[in-house]
């Protein structure tokens, strides 16, 4: 029977359970066991798709086609392998079941309740998973904090499960915050021992506490924790801050965090850290640096783009090279045109993913900024969109070039809607989404780049390069060199004679992991890292 670790947050939002779900999920993987994650997200919403980036962070997309949290893509990159849509969980698709299901009378003579029939619902959908993966622990990822309204159906649930299964089968790790006040100099241990009062309150009782911190957690605090939360001394793990994530399943190992898991859950297997290790040691102690300009508009959220940020430090990592990100708010170029004067000192541009018409002028003009300065350029998705109707415009004089996402009238349609996206009505997961296979001709540089004819990318957008405009492009230098659903598609943009100005209607970023980064963002970074040399060599002159 499948085991399950139950992993919960307290204090506040923002720890990282994300990270450390995937952490030990990749140290049970070490150690030889079968182990997939779950994230829950107590969100009304039926799946992220529709969420606002700046509160939820990004839309992560699976290869299935399911919209879904973040997390899933710290699950896919630590554990180096493909989610699926059923790897998340809301609380809009729990109860939509749930009606669905009184609707059709499976119910009837009976009063619908949360318990049992949501939690009921809930625990199906957790087992269904552990059991169609064939897992021998599935780790599960309760989003919020405990004491939120939202997740009280999901701990009871948990709650449920740890008294039909047993602990030798469940376990709970939480993790909370030691704070550090700098006029006391003391992490602080109370807000901990709240939290796990308030879980114990539901019936929870904590098996292993993870704390996080700036700093590791003094042998006195941890006595402390021990003692006020009842969980023993050697199951309290400290979780200090770190130069890279990929550095955590190390530390946790260090602290001892398989140690009581394995015990509790009857785990033998053992394993190396040596393989990972090799690939976490990539991530620090680099001697150089490229900074690279994120223009977008969604600058002050870090989360925002999640995977782009991550899929850049891979390709760094094998470039030897730390990438420094800036995040430019495309709407201050708008503003004060002179903000794009600051470009040219970077060693790179990504105009990133996105949608409506809010900023898309600062993005085309920054897109045309490191066309005509040489600037290495990756566009991705609307990225790819708006470089290309700013080549419209600046190059092919199409005055007026643009989407019809932001200007149903523009007397050039550069971008346009897919056909099949016309008559579609409901917004939430209708978009061209999930993987599809792209085919790549050759001679281009996106084969030098890939060096196969066929690559899987997975794709988030309702709008596509409008074709009808193909030659004039390649007739100026532009080329599309890659396409996909016989060849309606256009995936690839390069454009000759510059340094790397590329654009992918996909989001390479959603497949690139620490083990394997996806190529075109090592093009690109190798590219910056060039450019970078040239300009700090006449520096190490002087």
Known sequence: MPKYLFVTGGVMSGLGKGIITSSVAKLLQ??????????????????????????????????????????????????????????????????????????????????????????????RRIRDLAEKEKVDVLVVECGGTVGDIESLPFLEAFRQMRMEDGP??????????????????????????????????????????????????????????????????????????????????????????????????????????????????????????????????????ADSYVSVNQALAHAGAVKGADVSISWIDSETIEKDESQLRQIDAYDGVVLPQGFGGRGIEGKIAAANVARVDKVPFLGLCYGFQLASVSFARNVLGLKGANSTEVDPKTPHPVIDLLPEQRDVADLGGTMRLGGHDVFIERPSRAFDIYGEEKIRERHRHRYELNQTYLKRFEEKGMRFTAFSDGRRRAEVMELEGHPFYMGTQYHPEYVSRPERPEPIYVAFVEACVKRARRSRAPERRR
């Open 168 to 301: 030798s089968k469940t376990l709970f790790l939480h993790v909370s915050l030691a704070p550090e006040l700098s006029v006391v100099g003391e992490m602080k241990t109370k807000p901990t021992q709240h939290s796990v009062q308030e879980m114990r309150r539901i019936g929870v009782q904590p098996d292993v506490m993870v704390i996080r911190g700036s700093r590791p957690l003094p042998p006195d605090a941890k006595e402390k924790i021990a003692l006020f939360t009842s969980v023993p001394i050697e199951s309290v793990v400290s979780d200090p801050d770190v130069e890279s994530i990929y550095l955590v399943p190390r530390l946790l190992e260090g602290e001892g965090v398989l140690a009581p898991i394995r015990r509790q859950l009857g785990l033998k297997a053992r394993g190396s850290m040596r393989a990972w290790n090799t690939v976490a040691d990539r991530f620090v102690g680099h001697g150089s640096t490229v900074r690279i300009a994120m223009v977008g508009k969604y600058a002050n959220l």
């Open 30 to 123: 070490l150690s030889g066991v079968r182990a997939t994650c779950l994230k829950i997200d107590p969100y009304l919403n039926f799946d992220a798709g529709t969420m606002n980036p700046y509160t939820h962070g990004e839309v992560f997309v699976t290869d299935d086609g399911g919209e879904t949290d973040m997390d899933i893509g710290n699950y896919e990159r630590f554990l180096n392998r493909d989610m699926s849509r059923a790897n998340n969980i809301t609380t809009g698709q729990i109860y939509k079941k749930v009606i669905d299901d009184e609707r059709r009378g499976l119910f009837l003579g009976k009063s619908v309740q949360i318990i049992p029939h949501v939690t009921d619902e809930i625990k």
